[in-house]
């Protein structure tokens, strides 16, 4: 089928073109509204693009968008002038999300489009935007990490495994593990971002744009080394890693935690895509004394406080700062509070 979408799209265009993979007639939800909203979300959207927004948080953003236009056009609305504050709440009474951040984060999207509206003059109210809510209560949760004896298996596969393929799952996540890079930094890694004689590799983040230079541990090395002569496919691209099927192009995040299942594949419990190893390498840094500055900086973290949330319990350590029941001010009578 992808054969055939392509050769359809050669017909059509005369133009080769091997990253089709669907219909080359597919129409997205976005070019399917109508003309009033969908010219001014392309505006919106390729505004955002020249401030340097990630593809990524631009597909967020389209969807969050079109879900609005979508509820506008439901309700009869042909106009942005004429959203009112009660269409923003009816809106978000309607709109359901699995969870309250999911919906958070695309009101928050919309709301970053509606103050665009206002500042290009289509919508008058200079407070729509307010509306619309974006908070949501904060959780906290204990953080999801490899044990032990999964951190073994992983090590166990990178010595009993040779494929091509299985060279490339233990390279990436062993990157992961032992250095914490994102799935994003991984699968854009190129040579020139490798410092053999140094042992390091510098790269500038994608997800936060932050320059980060990390000591490059001998096993990720040899992992590295390993994939690159015996396993990767001929090719000229940049990157690492790269697709073992024609075209041997770049890979996208997703191989990262298919990766992650090939080698843990009895891994099944909340926290099971590939960014647990980087929560695992934060907290085997915490595990090992290590300041919350340095596991900031190690991470390319801009600030502190948003580490937190990568660490697990430091269960060893907090064995030993239990105030006695005496000291808390709770008596025991008869065996129980």
């Known amino acids: 089928m992808r054969t055939l979408n392509q050769f359809l799209r050669f017909i059509e265009t005369g133009e080769i073109y091997t990253a089709v993979t669907g219909r080359h007639d597919h129409k997205s939800s976005m070019d399917l509204l109508p003309d009033w909203c969908r010219r001014k979300l392309m505006d919106f959207l390729e505004l955002r693009r020249l401030e340097g927004m990630e593809k990524s948080t631009l597909t967020m953003y389209r969807s ?44 928050s999207r919309i709301r970053n489009f509606i103050l665009y509206l206002n500042d290009i003059n289509v919508i008058e109210n200079h407070l729509l935007y307010k509306a619309l809510p974006t908070i949501t209560a904060p959780k906290t949760r204990i953080v999801n990490v490899l044990g032990n004896d999964e951190i073994e298996s992983i090590a166990t596969y990178g010595t009993e495994h040779d494929s091509p393929i299985a060279l490339r799952d233990y390279a990436m996540i062993v990157i992961g593990l032992k250095m914490g890079l994102r799935a994003s930094d991984i699968v854009a890694l190129t040579f020139k971002d490798v410092n053999w004689k140094n042992k390091s590799i510098s790269i500038i983040q994608k997800k936060t744009g932050k320059a980060l230079m990390l000591p ?10 390993k994939y690159i002569k015996y396993g990767r496919p001929e090719s000229e691209d940049i990157h690492i890693f790269i697709n073992h099927c024609a ?23 909340p926290g099971s895509g590939f ?13 090992g004394n290590s300041r919350i500055s340095l596991i900031s900086d190690t991470l390319g973290h801009r600030t502190d406080g948003t580490v937190h949330k990568y660490l697990s319990l430091d269960e060893e350590r907090m064995t030993e700062c239990p105030l006695s029941l005496n000291i808390a001010g709770i008596a025991w009578a008869g065996g129980d509070f």
Do not use: W
């Not at 309700?75 to 359901?96: C, E, G, H, W, Y």
């Not at 490059?216 to 080394?225: D, E, M, Q, R, T």
């Open 216 to 225: 490059l541990p001998v096993n990720v090395g040899n992992a590295i080394y």
């Open 275 to 287: 960014h647990v190893v980087r929560k695992t390498f934060a907290t085997n840094l915490l595990r």
């Open 64 to 107: 969050s968008i079109v879900r609005f236009c979508t509820y506008l056009i439901s309700q009869s609305i042909s106009d942005f002038n004429n959203v009112m504050p009660k269409t923003l709440q009816d809106f978000n009474a309607a709109d359901r999300h699995s969870s309250t951040e999911g919906k958070s984060a695309y009101n």
């Open 247 to 269: 075209p041997y192009g770049r890979l996208g995040t997703s191989v990262c935690g298919s990766a992650l299942k090939r080698i843990l594949p009895d891994r099944n419990q």
